[in-house]
Structure formats: structure tokens, C-alpha cells
């Protein structure tokens, strides 16, 4: 499914809708809830300053190890997801000729949904 969003074998209404603002939207979601859980443990603690200054892989209890596994492991597939997305709406929207505003209104938003993406998880 993956070579399928990359390539944009998909049409745009499609790629947009269900894989661009709903894909994103579930990924970052179940991302923001492990977020809350590390803050949630951190007591007070920033996420960033927390991983800068008191992280340790040899004195971590096991359910910190599991959310900071669990956090780095959907941001990475994230960061993935996203880089494939942009390429797959890219590519659907230059094969679409219904309208070229249109097109173009998708890949501005497209990176307008994957910036607020990660604005909203880190």
C-alpha cells in the first residue's frame, strides 16, 4: 500500500482525504496520547528537557522504557508516513486534470496538515 501512496496510483480525492488529513490525523493522535503519557510521568519536567538532562537507559523503570520506545517508534513511523505522503499527493495531484487549482490547493495543504502534525506532537 505503501509503493501505492508513494507512486499517487491513487486518485487525488482519495489521497487527500483518506490517507493525507485522516492517515495524519490517526498517526498524530495515537503519537499526542504517548505524548501525554511521558509528560504525564515526567512530573512537571519538559518532554525535551527531560531527554537532554535526566534520561538514562540504565536507570529507567520499564514502563518508561516501553512509552519512550513506544513515542520514538511512532514519531519515526511519522516521519516516514509523511515524507511518503507529500511524494504520493505530489505525484496524484500532477496527474489530475479536473481542475489546477485544485491540485495545487492539495499539495499546499497537504504540508500545511503534516506541519501542524508535528507541531502538535513535539
Known amino acids: 500500500m505503501f509503493a501505492k501512496i508513494l507512486h499517487g496510483q491513487f486518485e487525488l480525492k482519495e489521497m487527500f482525504w483518506k490517507y493525507g488529513v485522516w492517515g495524519e490525523f490517526l498517526i498524530t493522535f495515537i503519537l499526542y496520547l504517548f505524548r501525554i503519557f511521558l509528560i504525564h510521568r515526567l512530573d512537571g519536567l519538559k518532554l525535551g528537557e527531560y531527554y537532554r538532562t535526566v534520561f538514562s537507559f ?65
Open 58 to 122: 540504565v536507570n529507567m523503570d520499564n514502563t518508561m522504557l516501553f512509552l519512550t520506545v513506544a513515542y520514538f517508534t511512532i514519531l519515526a513511523f511519522l516521519t516516514f508516513y509523511s515524507i511518503i505522503l507529500v511524494m504520493g499527493i505530489w505525484r496524484s495531484s500532477a496527474e489530475y486534470d479536473k481542475s489546477v487549482w485544485l491540485s495545487h490547493l492539495a499539495r499546499i495543504f497537504i504540508l500545511l496538515v503534516v506541519y501542524l502534525a508535528y507541531k502538535v506532537v513535539l
